[in-house]
């Protein structure tokens, strides 16, 4: 029987998620693309070619990566224009975020020919997800810029954004990553660090940005590693005639039945306020 996962129509560019540390974490989808496309173009085609090896797969490679990719776009297009199957992968995850193949893609789009994705494992969103978090609207922002001025500037502008912020980050500028994070967004800023993920030394850390430099000063081992950043958007601070109907209501029915600081932590998640707020509120306008 033949199988249904390569389309009849031959010049097919698959882009192929793959496992960001657990082996076990590619789908059977991506191994039978694997398996049937013409040629993989990689990031690291040493790295892809030890995944591949894992599961028995060979396959003719090409290299595809930031410093080549703007100019190999062309024969991948005219390989794919020819007839040939390609699986495009990145080193680990899903290929294009914060990784090479915009090009690619957006060549591949202009020159009509058919694009499949094949989800799978992504640093970002697995972070996310068991950060604890508001995961309902974010941004990823990728890795900031190297320089300090540059990624105070890229922080500052993210100041006031509301949403949760996902960053990557390298061991070698964590800390003074975190740093400058303490000093733009406030040392009270809640925080989650997710490090190697799906890996033995998996690591997910919750704090604000004061106890999280601080709890890695602990332990130099507690940096190393592929590093996500989960950073809580700002919530911003309601006055007394800001706070709505509904959460007033709420807090006061609550406050009737529970402690004043569990009634305000209640309210302050269904709102997204500052628990702080309504439990100054509390003490203000409820009666002991």
Same mark, same amino acid.
């Given at each position: 029987?033949?199988?249904?996962?390569?389309?009849?129509?031959? *010049?097919?560019?698959?882009?192929?998620?793959?496992?960001?540390?657990?082996?076990?974490?590619?789908?059977?989808?991506?191994?039978?693309?694997?398996?049937?496309?013409?040629?993989?173009?990689?990031?690291?085609?040493?790295?892809?070619?030890?995944?591949?090896?894992?599961?028995?797969?060979?396959?003719?490679?090409?290299?595809?990566?930031?410093?080549?990719?703007?100019?190999?776009?062309?024969?991948?297009?005219?390989?794919?224009?020819? *007839?040939?199957?390609?699986?495009? /992968?990145?080193?680990?995850?899903?290929?294009?975020?914060?990784?090479? *193949?915009?090009?690619?893609?957006?060549?591949?789009?202009?020159?009509?020919?058919?694009?499949?994705?094949?989800?799978?494992?992504?640093?970002?969103?697995?972070?996310?997800?068991?950060?604890?978090?508001?995961?309902?609207?974010?941004?990823?922002? *990728?890795?900031?810029?190297?320089?300090? $001025?540059?990624?105070?500037?890229?922080?500052?502008?993210?100041?006031?954004?509301?949403?949760?912020?996902?960053? @990557?980050?390298?061991?070698?500028?964590?800390?003074?990553?975190?740093?400058?994070?303490?000093?733009?967004?406030?040392?009270?800023? @809640?925080? /989650?660090?997710?490090?190697?993920?799906?890996?033995?030394? #998996?690591?997910?850390?919750?704090?604000?940005?004061?106890?999280?430099?601080?709890?890695?000063?602990?332990?130099?081992?507690?940096?190393?590693?592929?590093? %996500?950043? %989960?950073? #809580?958007?700002?919530? +911003?601070?309601?006055?007394?005639?800001?706070?709505? +109907?509904?959460?007033? $209501?709420?807090?006061?029915?609550?406050?009737?039945?529970?402690?004043?600081?569990?009634?305000?932590?209640?309210?302050?998640?269904?709102?997204?306020?500052?628990?702080?707020?309504? @439990?100054? @509120?509390?003490?203000?306008?409820?009666?002991?």
């Amino acid at each position: 029987m033949k199988n249904s996962s390569i389309p009849e129509q031959s *010049g097919v560019l698959y882009i192929v998620a793959t496992p960001i540390g657990n082996l076990e974490d590619i789908t059977q989808r991506a191994l039978n693309i694997f398996q049937q496309v013409d040629l993989i173009a990689a990031e690291d085609t040493r790295h892809s070619g030890l995944l591949l090896s894992h599961y028995g797969i060979k396959k003719p490679f090409f290299a595809l990566h930031d410093h080549n990719e703007q100019q190999k776009v062309a024969v991948l297009v005219e390989k794919l224009q020819q *007839g040939q199957n390609i699986a495009l /992968v990145s080193d680990a995850g899903t290929p294009l975020i914060s990784d090479p *193949g915009f090009h690619l893609v957006r060549h591949c789009r202009q020159a009509g020919i058919k694009i499949v994705p094949i989800p799978g494992a992504c640093a970002a969103i697995t972070a996310l997800c068991s950060s604890g978090i508001a995961s309902d609207r974010f941004c990823f922002e *990728g890795f900031l810029p190297a320089k300090t $001025k540059a990624r105070c500037d890229k922080l500052s502008a993210l100041l006031d954004e509301p949403r949760t912020l996902i960053f @990557y980050e390298s061991t070698h500028r964590i800390l003074d990553t975190l740093a400058d994070m303490q000093q733009v967004f406030g040392g009270e800023r @809640y925080i /989650v660090m997710a490090r190697e993920i799906t890996k033995t030394w #998996e690591t997910i850390y919750g704090a604000s940005l004061n106890e999280l430099i601080a709890w890695l000063a602990e332990d130099n081992n507690r940096i190393k590693g592929e590093i %996500v950043l %989960v950073v #809580e958007g700002n919530i +911003a601070e309601p006055s007394d005639d800001e706070i709505s +109907a509904q959460a007033l $209501k709420l807090f006061t029915l609550l406050a009737q039945e529970l402690p004043l600081k569990k009634a305000a932590a209640i309210v302050a998640e269904c709102f997204n306020y500052k628990k702080n707020t309504l @439990y100054q @509120y509390g003490l203000a306008h409820f009666k002991n």
